[in-house]
């Protein structure tokens, strides 16, 4: 990345944001199949990965150095997808592929077909047991990656998911950071009526986790809290980003109903409406 | 007797009413779920009777072992998830939470096989019927339409014990009366020249193969084996040696499904020439449901060309 001020890296970071967010819309619109709303709530904390924590290269993607990103919520595919798109790691034409016969972009996201993705996800609990063991691997082999694990808060009821973070906890890998897409919400309602997760701060705590809870829509505390896992060298860091589900899109916003369920044609229009005059709003 | 195939209805809609009127007669009865209520179509049981569902969200091998724990006192459970969650995630607690304590808990599992479509491999389990017929004291029930669902949802609920009920995403066409009975093989076309032995979504095809078969003068049993577990065995034997060839079609893995099973059986008691028709031994991917199951080798083109394949071992044709 070049150098840029805060002030200006953050204004580059949400326009970036705000395209991602375009591409997700038009890739569940056009599948008519996927999962809006959590990969709205995890786009700014994917973007600010992808495009600014993450040491990772598109001409190099087999470099052995790079740092890890495993999303363990892999329903979220179409956020990371665009994101990596982007970031020039695959035609952004290919986008449009997503969801169909004989695509790269499958459902969740499938290292098997697209080389860029660390680690094949879509069944909830195993993306965050993934991470520890590729963490476990830089520790070995005296490597310099770090691995970043992305878990949803559905995700969080799942025991596998502790059975991983008590390891990491353990195991005190420094060089993994947990994060925590905390949008409240799953397919059937919110979490905390169906299955809650609460107080889930503590019990990363009581997991051995450095902790630390942002607004997962605020790029400078974002970009701060991955800064302070970055000098956290007893054991690995949790992030719980406060997130909105469907994040951007009025209609979406806050709604379990939008967990799986994409855009109608009208409702395509108006989400990327709204959404390109987010960008114009901000020039 | 020739079956009529009728319109496509849901499966899920079929098992929701099911147990709605099943939580009306038995009122120790629980229903359960993990955050699928929506689709598992359980939620209209939990509306309906609030306190009597649980909703456990993400955590598929604790809810079975929860529903195993309310059924060991003396309570009907159905337990709701997708598939891949009730037989793959939670196999374990299944194995031992259920059938090992014999806990009367009735798994009713939706989106089994490839027709999950555009959620992909991960979400596609084809080795559930395996696993779960591989269960000492499980009952496997396949259905192939609305109407065996309601009736298998039913049907469970009358035997003791632990039951695994697999329904498909898609809406398939009614293609039986609802008859269906734990334990018998529905002849759902009589014949003479092969038998096509078939489960779930695959059912409707063989009978449109049979049709077609039959306008050029071969005549196929149809047999609709949604009973896996236990399964017709006088009937398959009945069809090995009446009809002396066997073409079994299932949207599972062809390692371990319903063809494992009859090719097993024939060989021990009538062994007669035994065509697979399944998944082979692949994960599945994203894609539009029924272009999938071309893709994976179960398209009408390919269960022809099995049929023909039988008919010429059996010197039936040149
Ligand atoms: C083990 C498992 N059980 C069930 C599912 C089906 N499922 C997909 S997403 C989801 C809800 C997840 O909620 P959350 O982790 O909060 O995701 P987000 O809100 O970030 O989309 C469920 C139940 C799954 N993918 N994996
Ligand atoms: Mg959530």
């Not at chain 1, 992808?50 to 890890?68: G, T």
């Not at chain 1, 790691?89 to 695509?103: D, H, K, V, W």
């Not at chain 1, 770090?146 to 353990?170: F, K, S, V």
């Not at chain 2, 808990?105 to 491999?121: E, N, P, Q, R, S």
Request: net charge neutral; aromatic share 6%; hydrophobic share 40%.
């Amino acid at each position: 990345m070049p150098e840029s001020t805060p002030a200006e890296l953050i204004r580059s970071l949400e326009s970036t944001a705000r395209e991602i967010r375009q591409e997700v819309i038009r890739m569940t619109y056009a599948a008519q199949s996927g999962h809006p709303g959590g990969s709205l709530s995890v786009t700014d904390l994917v973007t600010a990965l992808v495009f600014h924590e993450l040491k990772i290269d598109p001409a190099r993607i087999d470099w052995p150095d790079r740092d890890r990103l495993v999303l363990s919520k892999g329903h979220a595919s179409p956020a990371l997808y665009a994101a990596l798109a982007l970031r020039g790691f695959l035609p952004r034409e290919e986008l449009a592929s997503f969801r169909q016969l004989g695509s790269r972009l499958q459902g969740h996201v499938d290292r098997t077909k697209l080389p860029c993705i660390e680690a094949s996800t879509g069944c909830l609990g195993q993306g965050i047991g993934m991470a520890v063991g590729m963490a476990l691997d830089a520790r070995l082999r005296g490597a310099p990656y770090r691995t970043y694990a992305i878990l949803g808060d559905g995700e969080c009821q799942a025991g596998p998911t502790w059975e991983a973070l008590m390891a990491g906890g353990h195991y005190r890998l420094s060089n993994l950071v947990a994060i925590l897409d905390r949008n409240g919400l799953e397919t059937d309602g919110s979490t905390e009526s169906i299955m809650g997760i609460e107080p889930i701060a503590e019990k990363f705590r009581a997991f051995r986790y450095h902790t630390v809870e942002i607004d997962g829509h605020d790029f400078s505390q974002i970009l701060g809290a991955l800064a302070e896992a970055r000098r956290t060298t007893e054991g690995p860091t949790a992030i719980i980003a406060r997130t909105v589900k469907g994040k951007g899109v009025s209609f979406m916003e806050g709604k379990y109903q939008y967990h799986g369920k994409p855009p109608n044609k009208a409702e395509a229009e108006q989400a990327l409406a709204e959404l390109a005059r987010g960008s114009e709003a901000r020039p | 007797m020739t079956a009529v195939i009728g319109k496509a209805q849901s499966l899920r809609d079929a098992y929701g009413h099911a147990l709605l009127e099943l939580g009306e007669k038995d009122p120790l009865l629980v229903a359960m779920d993990a955050d699928l209520s929506g689709s598992t179509r359980t939620i209209l049981f939990g509306q309906k009777f609030p306190d009597r569902f649980f909703d456990v969200g993400v955590m598929e091998p604790t809810m079975m072992s929860i529903a195993a724990g309310l059924a060991l006192q003396g309570r009907t459970v159905y337990a709701s998830t997708f598939a891949v969650f009730a037989a793959g995630q939670a196999y374990n607690f299944v194995r031992q939470s259920i059938c090992y304590n014999r806990a009367n808990v009735k798994i009713v599992a939706t989106h089994g096989g490839l027709l999950v479509g555009a959620d992909g491999g991960t979400h596609q389990i084809v080795e559930d019927i395996g696993l779960m017929r591989g269960l000492p004291g499980m009952t496997v029930i396949v259905p192939a339409d609305a109407p065996t669902t309601r009736a298998a949802t039913f049907a469970v609920a009358e035997r003791d014990g632990p039951a695994y009920v697999r329904l498909t995403r898609e809406n398939l066409p009614t293609v039986t009366d609802g008859s269906f009975q734990i334990g018998k093989a529905a002849e759902l076309r009589s014949g003479s020249d092969l038998t096509i032995v078939a489960v779930g979504a695959l059912v409707a095809r063989a009978l449109e193969v049979a049709e077609e078969l039959a306008k050029v003068g071969v005549s196929t049993r149809v047999l609709d084996f949604a009973s896996v577990k236990p399964f017709d065995e006088p009937a398959l034997l009945r069809a090995a040696r009446e009809t002396g060839a066997l073409l079994v079609l299932e949207e599972h893995s062809v390692l371990t499904g319903v063809g494992a099973l009859v090719a097993s059986t024939t060989s021990e008691n009538y062994p007669v020439p035994v065509r697979r028709v399944g998944v082979p031994d692949v994960f599945g991917e994203s894609g539009e449901p029924w272009a999938l199951l071309d893709r994976f080798g179960m398209s009408k083109e390919r269960i022809r060309n099995e049929a023909w394949e039988l008919l010429r071992l059996r010197g039936k044709v040149q």
